[in-house]
């Protein structure tokens, strides 16, 4: 079954420090998405991408976050300059993809990056 | 988005079937009912979507009734892998996911 991977499984970086996270999608998958989930608390929704733009985000993506996809397979996150409030696991997920009459808009995540801001 | 009400938590046993019911009274026209499943320090996993009626798969069951404004996810046979969280989501098809509290589930040997 295709998977959606994330690289590296666990960051840590000081405060202040720029990180970017790094997400392959499943390869026909058009919708793209960040998400994070703060240990104990519920999963957000950061941002989510579709035709190499972004379609919408949420209050906590502001000017320290950016996602790109610079090369039609990764998909990528950069926080600019982190604060330990960022400490959280990070998760990539995409969707969206199959012949018409069978398109599928599950979401499928990946198995998410643990950023740890010290 | 519409919101949804499932209980925090649930306990079962194995071998028994959990049924885990979700209410959403402002469901929309377009929105659908998806079911995840996550568990500790993993990324959600999709199980099931419905839109009205019935749905089943290899790993669950999901009855919608007719005015829609519930939903109840039915897991048969549990097992203590089944331990989780599973949250009930109503949303448009091509939209971001808005994440509840979800049900802990807790199956017991």
């Known amino acids: 079954e295709p998977e959606v991977t994330q690289t590296p499984s666990h960051q840590v970086t000081q405060m202040g420090q720029e990180v970017i996270l790094r997400c392959v999608p499943i390869?026909?998958?058009?919708?793209f998405y960040w998400y994070r989930q703060i240990l104990g608390q519920k999963v957000e929704f950061l941002v989510s991408f579709y035709n190499n733009e972004i379609s919408e985000k949420s209050e906590i993506f502001d000017d320290q976050f950016s996602v790109e996809r610079p090369d039609g397979s990764n998909f990528t996150l950069k926080i600019r300059s982190t604060k330990l409030e960022d400490s959280a696991m990070y998760f990539c997920?995409?969707?969206?993809?199959?012949?018409?009459?069978?398109?599928?808009?599950?979401?499928?995540f990946g198995p998410g990056t643990r950023l740890t801001v010290t | 988005l519409a919101k949804t009400t499932q209980p925090i938590s649930m306990d079962s046993y194995e071998g028994q079937e959990v049924n885990i019911t979700c209410s959403h009274n402002n469901i929309a026209t377009n929105d659908y009912i998806t079911w995840y499943q996550q568990f500790p320090s993993q990324g959600p996993r999709f199980i099931i979507q419905?839109?009205?009626t019935k749905v089943t798969n290899e790993v669950a069951s999901l009855f919608i009734p007719a005015d829609r404004k519930s939903s109840t996810l039915s897991l048969p046979r549990v097992s203590l892998s089944d331990t989780a969280v599973y949250y009930c989501l109503v949303e448009r098809r091509d939209d971001k996911i808005i994440f509840g509290k979800g049900t802990r589930l807790h199956i017991l040997p």
């Open positions: 390869s026909n998958h058009l919708y």
């Open positions: 419905g839109y009205k």
């Open positions: 997920a995409s969707s969206g993809g199959g012949q018409e009459g069978a398109f599928s808009y599950e979401q499928y």
